[in-house]
């Protein structure tokens, strides 16, 4: 990363490394705050060990970040794909020492971002909303706080030089000005830069609320079977009442509703008052061969397929359908749109639902798979400095539970859904959709410098 304190850096960097962890490349952010922390006393952390006529911190300083960079290489080579070198960066020479190390010593691709923010609104929100919590003013008041961490942003103006297309025009970067007012370019190569332009070119700060939920319970949800286009349960056209009473009520300013293109999440948002999209991207996934069956039939009539999916039930790929891993290549337009919009109510299914909530949470692609998403159960995302809050909103409306956690033995069905009471209170067939219901290419290696 490039760019002075309080411009959105730490910010930028941790939002992308979710979004390539999400997409399936192995990112690790790696923030030269935190070696410096470990390797100063308390002491250091007051504005005058960031005055450039302080040669004794000055060179402190270096070492520190030439420490975390070479951590950064030493990553890369046991095998990470993007290193996210997470520090100011802000001068000709210290740009130039990093391209000297991980692209000449190391032979890595390199690629820039600077967020370079003139406006003062913006700089005195981040100040506000980030650096009071930093773990250097830890027991200071905040006015002080505040005071000291101007006087550093300050003694870095002193020597801060912008990503320059001309002196610099060896590099390859991108310049972000005022968080998405304006966007640069130099050199973009390669197919890792290119999504982490488009990427970068979506996000926005400003403050706004996502609504995830499922469809409200279906006839074949009912059924205990998987798939298929059925309508609403009873139970499930009372939660899409529910819902539309409790979204109408909150008011939210210029909400949009988006679904699926299947009937039981148009049903559900029926009732809202707000402007609807229909989303194939937000189908459910695709079983193949096995759609509309119960677990029961699919492990009778393709026993080593069942197996196979409880081993590895990220990549499995259900025989003419899709995987969990596709359906994250599905969602991407989704996530880049979502990221780009304010205030959101997504209506969706089980699969997708986890997808998105795992992209939110930084879940793995073991954990994804098996995220619990409960029907009739609204999950409120507010973004928040360096990730998302999530709440649950139970709707207390009855209604199967068709979790199936990861059994303790591939192919058998020993975890599936049981008859009995689910979570909230209804009674659950034997068999239930793959989907929450219930309470609650090789690469070559990289370091995007000075995020």
């Known amino acids: ?235 499930g056209e009372q939660y899409a009442e529910a819902l539309a009473d409790y979204i109408n009520a909150q008011k939210i300013p210029n909400l949009r509703v988006w679904t699926s293109w299947f009937k039981r999440t148009i049903q559900t948002a029926e009732y809202i008052d707000a402007p609807q999209e229909r989303w194939r991207a937000l189908n459910e996934i695709d079983a193949g061969i096995c759609e509309e069956l119960s677990y029961e039939e699919i492990q009778s009539r393709y026993p080593e397929d069942f197996a196979a999916r409880d081993k590895d039930k990220f990549h499995y790929r259900y025989p003419r359908g899709e995987s969990y891993e596709d359906l994250v290549g599905r969602l991407e337009p989704v996530i880049m749109e979502l990221e780009r919009q304010e205030n959101v109510l997504v209506v969706c299914h089980q699969a997708v639902l986890r997808c998105l909530l795992a992209y939110f949470q930084e879940k793995n692609t073991s954990e994804l798979p098996y995220v619990r998403v409960p029907l009739h159960t609204i999950f409120k995302l507010t973004p928040v400095p360096y990730g998302c809050k999530v709440e649950q909103i139970p709707i207390k409306i009855d209604c199967v539970d068709t979790h199936r956690p990861k059994p303790k033995v591939p192919g058998a069905l020993e975890s599936a859904p049981v008859k009995g009471v689910a979570s909230n209170g209804a009674r659950s067939p034997d068999l239930h959709r793959d989907h929450p219901v219930g309470d609650n290419f090789s690469s070559p290696r990289w370091v995007l410098g000075a995020f």
């Open 1 to 235: 990363m490039v760019g002075l304190p309080a411009r959105g850096k730490t910010y930028i960097a941790c939002k992308l490394t979710r979004y390539l962890n999400w997409i399936g490349i192995n990112t690790r952010v790696f923030n030269a705050g935190d070696y410096r922390r470990k390797a100063t006393s308390n002491a250091f952390s007051n504005h005058d060990f960031f005055r450039a006529d302080n040669p004794d911190a000055v060179e402190m300083r270096r070492k520190i970040a030439m420490d975390c960079l070479n951590d950064v290489c030493k990553w890369l080579q046991d095998g990470g794909e993007v290193g996210v070198f997470d520090a100011t960066n802000s001068t000709y020479d210290r740009r130039q020492q990093i391209y000297n190390l991980v692209v000449r010593r190391y032979g890595f691709k390199l690629f820039f971002v600077e967020s370079y923010c003139d406006d003062p609104n913006i700089v005195k929100d981040n100040i506000l909303d980030v650096k009071l919590s930093s773990p250097d003013y830890v027991g200071m008041n905040a006015d002080d706080a505040v005071r000291d961490f101007t006087l550093r942003i300050k003694h870095y103006e002193d020597a801060y030089k912008s990503l320059d297309e001309t002196l610099e025009k060896h590099l390859s970067f991108m310049k972000i000005f005022n968080t998405g007012e304006k966007v640069i370019v130099h050199r973009h190569e390669g197919h890792i830069q290119s999504r982490v332009v488009y990427y970068l070119m979506n996000i926005h700060v400003t403050r706004r609320t996502i609504y995830l939920t499922r469809h409200g319970e279906s006839v074949m949800n009912m059924l205990g079977r998987i798939g298929g286009d059925s309508d609403l349960s009873p139970r």
